[in-house]
């Protein structure tokens, strides 16, 4: 028995922030914010709440898995920006689709939260407990950001990607996945008093390309498979440079290493379902190929997922 994808959808607000307007905003450039992350522009959500936007990209994935809300036995929605404390924007998204019958909940895990939802996924899959699952990660970081702080309001945007994954008999799978977490290193990434992030980005982004590496080659010999052997590497969009020194840690050439920070900056928990969603619509992801995810986000929280599309 596998864990198969079979539909996947994203909602991307319509108004776009590009490093320009930024400039007008905080004392930046066009230039510093390209050569340091890669990031030209990323959406702002304006009227769209997270429930919405989660709720688009959940009918977009149903459509395509051609599978009705009833139908779905698991709602995991992964995010740091929760419409409300209580209750879980999992359940708001639950009534949007009036997915009767479901169980549902929120995660958190920040940037690795899709990866940790798809893993408790698979698990709830693997154990005979659910066999079609939705699992989103969605993300309304713009009124999580400090609008005045520079070294952070420039990172972030808002959107949502979600996937839909349901019980196997053919050689789609998800083959290995390791999650971990050190709540020691809070201090490099964290919301503040007053909610805001804050990060300690030079020491973060040491600490991201080694953990991301060292998870990527548990899960890779995992599953016995060789870091030539993956089709496709999609990391957490935090920073190109990032995903570029990963690239080159694990040996595995830039084209087969997918990247679209540069038109929505860093959207946490709905980073790797939006790249994954585009991967596809691309043709970069065909059936059969092997596909490896990773992230590394606050928690610290990190891990990888290899799947067999
Ligand atoms: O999603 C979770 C995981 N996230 C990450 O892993 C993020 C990891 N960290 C990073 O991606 C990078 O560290 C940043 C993009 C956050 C920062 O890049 P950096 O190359 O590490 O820059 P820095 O923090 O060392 O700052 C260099 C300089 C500083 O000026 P001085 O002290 O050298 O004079 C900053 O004040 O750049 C300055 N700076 C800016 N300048 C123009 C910081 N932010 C900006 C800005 N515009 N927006």
Redesign the pocket.
């Known amino acids: 028995m596998g864990t198969k994808i079979i539909g996947t959808g994203v909602y991307l607000p319509k108004n776009v922030l590009t490093n320009f307007d930024l400039e007008k905003i905080?004392?930046?450039?066009d230039e510093?914010?390209t050569t340091?992350?890669g990031i030209k522009e990323r959406r702002i959500a304006k009227e769209e709440t997270i429930t919405y936007m989660a709720t688009q990209a959940a009918k977009e994935a149903l459509r395509e898995a051609n599978l009705s809300p009833e139908e779905l036995d698991l709602i995991i929605l992964a995010t740091l920006t929760p419409q409300k404390r209580f209750p879980s924007t999992a359940c708001l998204v639950q009534a949007q689709l009036k997915a009767k019958g479901v169980y549902a909940f929120d995660i958190s895990a920040a940037?690795s939260g899709f990866i940790y939802a798809l893993d408790i996924a698979d698990s709830f899959i693997k154990s005979g407990k659910a066999k079609n699952v939705l699992v989103i990660g969605a993300e309304k970081l713009s009124e999580a950001v400090d609008w005045e702080d520079?070294?952070t309001c420039?990172?972030f945007g808002d959107g949502a990607g979600a996937v839909v994954v349901t019980r196997s008999e053919d050689k789609s799978d998800i083959l290995a996945t390791r999650m971990y977490a050190e709540g020691s290193l809070e201090e490099l990434?964290h919301a503040d008093n007053c909610g805001y992030i804050r990060?300690k980005?030079?020491e973060?982004?040491k600490v991201?390309v080694r953990s991301m590496e060292e998870v990527c080659r548990e899960v890779l010999e995992k599953a016995g498979v060789k870091p030539e052997e993956v089709s496709l590497v999609i990391p957490?969009q935090?920073?190109v440079r990032?995903i570029n020194a990963l690239a080159e840690k694990l040996n595995i050439p830039k084209e087969k290493v997918f990247v679209n920070i540069q038109k929505y900056g860093?959207t946490?928990a709905a980073s790797i379902p939006i790249a994954l969603h585009e991967a596809i619509k691309e043709g970069k992801v065909k059936r059969g190929d092997l596909i490896l995810m990773t992230a590394?986000?606050?928690g610290l929280t990190w891990g990888a997922v290899l799947l067999r599309y």
Do not use: E, K
């Open positions: 905080v004392d930046t450039s510093w914010i340091r992350t940037c520079r070294s420039v990172l990434l990060m980005g030079r973060l982004f991201a957490h935090a920073n990032i860093n946490s590394m986000g606050g």
